[in-house]
């Protein structure tokens, strides 16, 4: 492992008088706004009973039609604190907008592990028709905190032409409002579409990281090469004098490394994971802590 201040190689000067560079900010700050109920509710094609999801992947590996990968944190309605074990069941329509209503496919439930992270891989659904107008792709959720009920909605993806003429993806105000439930996707360099959606919810939860603090404390710049194999290597900035530390975490929310612990000034750093040969191939979470406060986090893929 190694760590490096980035600030005094690139400016050729003595740490002790380098400067922290100014802090990047992210272009679309998340808001804390909770989660709404669809105005489609459960709709017609939903099974008790599904599966808990393997390995992080509701659709396997010939499932026709384009990658993608869902992840976010489960968070309490102040965005103060994150929300484990919370139960999030998901069914779509496969490429075809086809519903598998015999059987469980492109069915699944993942549980919030003990950071409040989700994630699971799938295809983005596929579109059919809701009388003489087609519905925007979307997947179906019932997401049940621990202790407290659950919520119905659906997600749907930004630049889909259907959304303005769908009478639920179109709301914008009100219980049903589903503007902070159409989320931007990026393309990895593997092809794969990505998305970030954070649960707002009630529930009772654990203090980990509130939305933003990361502003002013410090944040995880970049991970990469993404999907990684043998190195990673990890660029963030500490705003603050303080103790810091870089973990990584597992889908389970176990900690399968701590790459540095120690007492930085505001600068850019950077570390290196070379994770053990035995670390299993999928998802992990770099995550920042600023004074025993995790303020940031980043998703990156293990692929061997």
């Known amino acids: 492992m190694r760590n490096t201040s980035l600030a005094a190689l690139s400016l050729g000067i003595l740490p002790s008088i380098a400067k922290a560079t100014e802090p990047l900010k992210p272009n679309s700050p998340i808001l804390c706004d909770e989660s709404t109920e669809d105005a489609y509710g459960q709709g017609p094609f939903y099974k008790a009973n599904a599966p808990s999801i393997q390995n992080d992947i509701l659709a396997n590996s010939n499932e026709v039609g384009t990658r993608l990968i869902l992840s976010g944190q489960v968070l309490n309605l102040a965005c103060s604190e994150v929300i484990p074990n919370t139960e999030i069941d998901i069914w779509h329509a496969n490429d075809a907008g086809e519903y598998d209503n015999s059987g469980y496919n492109l069915r699944g439930k993942a549980i919030s592990n003990s950071q409040g992270f989700y994630v699971f891989e799938t295809i983005k659904p596929g579109l059919y028709l809701n009388g003489s107008t087609y519905r925007p792709s979307h ?57 970030t959606w954070d649960i707002v919810i ?42 810091v530390s870089v973990f990584v975490y597992n889908i389970e929310g176990k900690i399968v490394a701590e790459l ?32 025993d406060l995790q303020v940031h986090y980043m998703k990156v893929i293990r692929k061997k």
């Open 260 to 291: 540095n612990k120690q007492q930085l000034n505001p600068q850019k750093y950077e570390v290196i994971w070379e994770p053990d040969s035995n670390l299993a191939n999928g998802h992990y979470f770099i995550a920042l802590q600023i004074n």
């Open 139 to 195: 997947f179906h959720f019932k997401i049940t905190p621990p202790n407290f009920p659950t919520l119905i909605t659906q997600l749907y993806f930004a630049g889909d032409p259907h959304i303005a003429t769908d009478a639920a993806a179109s709301l914008t105000t009100g219980t049903f409002d589903a503007s902070n439930r159409i989320i931007p996707l990026t393309t990895n360099v593997n092809g794969v579409l990505e998305g």
């Open 202 to 243: 009630n529930g009772d939860g654990i203090s980990l990281s509130a939305n933003n603090i990361h502003l002013d404390k410090g944040m995880i710049y970049s991970a990469s090469p993404n999907p990684f194999n043998n190195r990673l290597e990890i660029k963030y900035g500490v705003f603050q004098q303080a103790k």
